[in-house]
Structure formats: structure tokens, C-alpha cells
């Protein structure tokens, strides 16, 4: 276990060809390091823990692999606590990375396995190969995966969340949200602003809008879309293979200050489009 003390806000930066990273967050003013073999006991695992090499300048703490990276066939367990509000730059070429606690500022990615995070102040998370899931973000977040699902509870910003295989599921985001996967469903807790859901063959759900903009289009899959009371909303609806079931009441005009505007369209399924019970 290597100890370093820190002050001000720190920074973590990992750079590491094969490495499962544990982060965790804690209140002291310090940063622990602790590198062992994934599988302890395996000659190649064991050598790629011993080349990571950890390095200390100011409030910013370094683990870089040690010798070419090209011959780096074993993969390390790296565990590291830092003090909450952490800035973190992690990534990893092989290997899972999970964030627990608190952090700052985080950008994550590896090139197979999954990214796990409990809450972040803003986060880029990208893998090549796995899902991504996220608790909450205090400002905007990015989540990318080439084949796994993505998952993120509350995001206090803006949100853009992109797969090319896997479902997308939100709690809700308080900027702009964009969800696409190529295969695979969506579903958003509460669409307040301006939201945009396309995925190639799947179903898409809205279980609240309470205004903004929403867009919706699935070419294969159903649309379900559940309006909040007292919003009034302007609908544009449509199926080329299906129905549009339409249970809002027409009005002349918006009766309450909550607008909304959504466009619906599927070229294969139903759109059903719901009130709220009060």
C-alpha cells in the first residue's frame, strides 16, 4: 500500500495497457494506492502489476505501465481511494473500471470490460465492450459503448448516451438529452427539456413528459409516451405498419404554463400516448 498525502483538489491520472481499476472516494486528505496481480499466483499477471509504476507531483498522482505495452499480456488489480471531489483520468486497455463514492470531474474508459460509477460531478465514460452504469452526474454526461447497455440515474446537465448494441435506460436530465442505440430499447424516467430517442430496432418509453421537446423514432418497435397532468402538449404522431392510440384530450390551446412538443414516429409498431392519473 502506497500512501500519498495531498491538499487543494486532486487529480488522478491512469494510463494502463491491462489493469481491473477499483476506485473508491473517502474523507481524508490522502491518496491510497494498492497494486496487486489480478490472479494472484499467474507469472503474467504478477509481472504487469510490477511494472506499474505510481508517481506523486504536487496534488496529482500517476500510474503508468513501465516497458512497452505491447508485450503487457498479464492484467493488474489496482485499488485506489482518494479524497472525495477526486478529478480522475483512468484508462485501461483491458479491464473493468468501477468508481465508488463521490469524485470530481471523471473521464473513463477501457477497451473491454464495464464502467461502473456511483456519482460524479460531470463524466465521459466510454467502452469498447461492456455495459455502463452511473448513479448520478452533477453536470453533463457522455456515456458511449460500442456493444453494451447504459444505464444513469439522474444527470443535473446535459446528457448524450450512445450504443451500438445494447438498451438505454434514464432517470431523468435536466439539459438536453440524447439517447441512440442501433439495437436495442430505451426508457426515460422524465423528459423536462429538450430530449431526442432514436434506436434502430427497439421500443422506446417516456414515463413522464413534463415539457420541453421530445422526438422520438424507432423504425421497428413501439412508442409509449405518458404526459404529466397539467401539461399541455402539441402532438405530431406516426406509423407506416401499426396505430397511433391517442388518449390525450384535444383542446383549443395550452391551459396550464407547461408546454411540451412531441414528435412520434415508427415504421413498425403502435404509438400510444397517455395521460397521467392526477
Not at 120 to 134: D, F, I, K, Q, Y
Not at 197 to 224: F, N, P, Q, R
Request: aromatic share 2%; hydrophobic share 40%.
Amino acid at each position: 500500500m502506497q500512501n500519498f498525502p495531498v491538499a487543494g483538489i486532486p487529480r488522478m491520472i491512469i494510463d494502463l495497457p491491462s489493469a481491473i481499476l477499483d476506485l473508491d472516494t473517502h474523507e481524508e486528505a490522502t491518496v491510497l494506492v494498492r497494486i496487486t496481480a489480478a490472479r494472484p499466483g499467474r507469472a503474467a499477471d504478477e509481472r504487469a502489476a510490477e511494472r506499474i509504476e505510481v508517481s506523486a507531483d504536487a496534488d496529482t498522482v500517476s500510474l503508468f505501465h513501465a516497458g512497452p505495452k505491447m508485450f503487457a499480456l498479464g492484467t493488474a488489480h489496482v485499488r485506489i481511494t482518494a479524497p472525495a471531489g477526486t478529478l480522475v483520468e483512468a484508462k485501461t486497455g483491458n479491464g473493468a473500471i468501477t468508481a465508488r463514492g463521490s469524485w470530481g470531474q471523471a473521464s473513463l474508459k477501457t477497451s473491454n470490460g464495464s464502467i461502473r460509477v456511483d456519482s460524479a460531478a460531470g463524466l465521459r465514460a466510454n467502452t469498447s465492450n461492456g455495459p455502463v452504469t452511473v448513479g448520478a452526474v452533477g453536470g453533463r454526461a457522455e456515456l458511449t459503448s460500442s456493444n453494451g447497455s447504459l444505464e444513469v440515474g439522474e444527470v443535473f446537465g446535459d446528457a448524450e448516451l450512445k450504443t451500438s448494441n445494447g438498451d438505454i435506460r434514464v432517470a431523468g436530465a435536466a439539459g438536453r438529452l440524447g439517447a441512440k442505440t442501433s439495437a436495442g430499447t430505451i426508457r426515460v424516467g422524465r423528459s423536462t427539456g429538450e430530449t431526442t430517442l432514436k434506436t434502430s430496432a427497439g421500443a422506446i418509453s417516456v414515463a413522464s413528459l413534463e415539457g420541453g421537446s421530445l422526438t422520438a423514432a424507432t423504425s421497428v418497435g413501439e412508442i409509449d409516451i405518458d404526459v404529466a397532468q397539467g401539461v399541455a402538449v402539441w402532438v405530431d404522431a406516426s406509423t407506416k405498419a401499426g396505430s397511433v392510440i391517442n388518449e390525450l384530450r384535444a383542446t383549443d390551446g395550452p391551459a396550464s404554463q407547461a408546454t411540451a412538443e412531441l414528435r412520434a414516429s415508427t415504421s413498425l409498431g403502435t404509438v400510444r400516448l397517455r395521460r397521467l392519473a392526477a
